[in-house]
Every structure is written in structure tokens, then in C-alpha cells.
């Protein structure tokens, strides 16, 4: 992808204005780059509205991307800086509090990795971590990600939709949902000890949400690989979802023909169904899901915003669940 840039000033090529859905997204992204470009990075699509080449954020190795043309792929909102989006994590398995992973998964080993397909495909096996980066071109999206404790953060992931890898494995008729199994070994991870959640953590999605184009198996972020405590070395990233429906440390994916368990679902099942779709009309049983707070930017006494129906994505995604009452299907 291309853009001239002309005194700061970013243009899009003519050539590229179509589809209108990508010229679309195009816009937001140009308007999102320009205020992204203090955080920037060289090699990244979103480094392309920069004035001045900075360094990357981080210390991951550089990973190149694309800027994604998938309806919905490029949000406008300007992105969480590195550092919120790196120490304040959910990742139980390196301990509950916000700053654990951050402090504690360095003791994660991301190689050799590994990650097993089963179940109801027709190609089966292990594929390595090297295959399954250069199994689709890598883009960048810049996905919201809200979680259900009420908080946002917009990150410029990079990845593919794992599409790509469910139709090369070629599902059965059977296939009706996969299951994302995520990486359990207590000589690496400390939380485990504790019994907050039944280990693996486990997440689960029906075969059309895992297919849906936005559904993103994602291998780095701002212009890097993914940093440990984010889920390294792959992850699921389910824009519309909870953040919980996101799967780090993926090792195994399964595909079933009935609903598979979930981790938080076994853990407090009033509070966590299957679906997890964002809905602010539908309170969490002890809190309003009505409004969010955006990390790094709405300060802990800021007026909160208010978080949308599908997280913002529902022109993309919300076709999938016609017809379901939302309220019980949660
Ligand atoms: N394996 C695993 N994946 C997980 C979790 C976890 O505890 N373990 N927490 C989930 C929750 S609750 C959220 S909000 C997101 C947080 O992702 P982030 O730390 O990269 O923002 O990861 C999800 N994926
Ligand atoms: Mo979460």
C-alpha cells in the first residue's frame, strides 16, 4: 500500500480509492494516522502518516504487515499507547492483577511453538509456529478491544483472519464450532497455582464467527511481534467480543459440533455465556455495560464513553446473530 506524503500531509493514491467499503475505511485510517503518528512506526502501516521515522516501542522484532482492507479492519480512534497496552493485562495465567503478566511472562518460551488442529477437518496436525506466519500475508488492523470489566484500549494488531487457516484445513460438515485451547505448563507460568480458572483456558466460537473475516489470528502488534504478556507467539482477536472471548498462548484448535465449554463460562456461568458479545442493553449481573473507559486516555475521574452494540462493529457482524435474543444468549 501506498501514500504520498507531501509536508506531513498524507494523501491516499487514486488508484487505491476503491472499493468504496476500502476507501471508507481508508479515510478513517488517513484520519487515525494523523493522530497516531507520535507513536508511529517504521515498517508499520501506521507508521506511514508519521513526519519522522521513530523507533519501534518496543524490543519485539519487527513484524511486516499490510494495512488491511477488510470491511471494518481500521478503526479510527487513536491508538492506546505501547506502554498501557503492555502493562495492563488480563492473563491469568502469569496472576490476576493488571501488572502480573507484564512483570512475570518473561518466563514464557515462544520456541519452538507448536499449535494442533483436531477434530472435524480434513487436514489434521501440527503446524509450526514458522508455517503459520507465512501461511497468509500479515496485516494491520486497528481493532478496539473492550473488556467486560469495562475498559477499552485500540491497538494496531498484526495478523491474518484466521480463515485463512480454517479453509486449508477444511472442515467436515460436522464442524459446527472450534475450540481455542491456550498454552497450560506450570514450569512457565506462575498463576496456574491458583485455581481462579479451570486450566488450559479455553475459549470457543461458532464455525461462521470464527470465519468472520474480522476474526484476526494475530501475531504482533504495533509494528512487532507480540509482546509475551499480549499473547505471544499467537492469539485470537475478536473485535466484536469481549475481550475474554480472545485467546492467548494458542496451542490447540479443535473443531466440534457442539458448543465447547469456556473458561469463564465454567467459572461463573451468571456471568459469562458462550457468545460474550458486546452488549451495553445487557448488564453484567454486578455492573452497568453501558459505558466504558478508554486506557491511557480517559483518566480514572474522566466522563466515561459509551460503549456501542458489538463493540462499534455491529455493520460488519451483527447479521450473525439475527434472530437470537441477546439476553439469553449472552
Ligand atoms: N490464555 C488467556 N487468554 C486470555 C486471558 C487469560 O487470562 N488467559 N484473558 C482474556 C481477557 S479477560 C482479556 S480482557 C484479554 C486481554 O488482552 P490484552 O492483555 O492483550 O489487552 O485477553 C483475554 N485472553
Ligand atoms: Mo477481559
Not at 122 to 142: F, H, M, N, S, V
Not at 159 to 169: D, M, P, T
Not at 188 to 210: F, H, I, K
Request: overall charge positive; glycine content about 8%; some cysteine.
Amino acid at each position: 500500500m501506498h501514500v504520498l506524503r507531501d509536508r506531513g500531509f498524507v494523501h491516499p493514491v487514486s488508484s487505491e480509492i476503491t472499493p468504496r467499503a476500502a476507501y471508507l475505511d481508508r479515510r478513517r485510517w488517513l484520519a487515525w494516522a494523523g493522530s497516531a503518528a507520535a507513536t508511529a512506526l517504521p515498517g508499520s502501516v501506521a507508521a506511514q502518516g508519521a513526519q519522522s521515522p521513530q523507533a519501534r516501542p518496543g524490543k519485539g522484532a519487527a513484524l511486516a504487515a499490510a494495512r488491511s482492507s477488510v470491511a471494518g479492519a481500521l478503526v479510527m480512534d487513536k491508538a492506546t499507547p505501547y506502554k498501557d497496552a503492555t502493562t495492563y493485562n488480563n492473563f491469568y495465567e502469569f496472576g490476576t492483577d493488571k501488572a502480573d503478566p507484564s512483570q512475570h511472562a518473561h518466563t514464557l518460551k515462544t520456541r519452538p511453538w507448536t499449535v494442533a488442529i483436531e477434530g472435524e477437518v480434513k487436514k489434521p496436525g501440527t503446524y509450526d509456529l514458522d508455517t503459520l506466519l507465512k501461511l497468509a500475508p500479515q496485516e494491520e488492523r486497528i481493532y478496539r478491544l473492550r473488556c467486560v470489566e469495562g475498559w477499552s484500549m485500540v491497538i494496531p494488531w498484526i495478523g491474518y483472519s484466521l480463515s485463512e487457516l480454517i479453509k486449508r484445513v477444511e472442515p467436515t460438515g460436522n464442524a459446527k464450532f472450534v475450540q481455542f485451547v491456550t498454552l497450560a505448563d506450570r514450569k512457565q507460568m506462575p498463576g496456574l497455582t491458583s485455581s481462579v480458572l479451570d486450566w488450559p483456558y479455553v475459549e470457543g466460537l461458532r464455525l461462521d464467527e470464527a470465519m468472520h473475516p474480522l476474526t484476526l489470528l494475530s501475531f504482533g502488534m504495533y509494528g512487532e511481534v507480540l509482546p509475551n504478556q499480549n499473547g505471544a507467539p499467537l492469539r485470537l482477536v475478536v473485535p466484536w467480543k469481549y475481550g475474554f472471548k480472545s485467546g492467548k498462548s494458542l496451542v490447540k484448535i479443535r473443531f466440534v459440533d457442539k458448543q465447547p465449554k469456556t473458561s469463564w463460562e465454567l467459572a461463573a456461568p451468571s456471568e459469562y455465556g458462550f457468545y460474550s458479545n458486546v452488549n451495553p442493553k445487557v448488564d453484567h449481573p454486578r455492573w452497568s455495560q453501558a459505558s466504558e473507559r478508554r486506557i491511557g486516555e480517559d483518566g480514572l475521574f474522566a466522563k466515561k464513553r459509551p460503549t456501542l452494540m458489538f463493540n462499534g462493529y455491529e455493520p460488519q457482524v451483527g447479521q450473525l446473530y439475527a434472530g437470537m435474543d441477546l439476553r439469553r444468549q449472552f
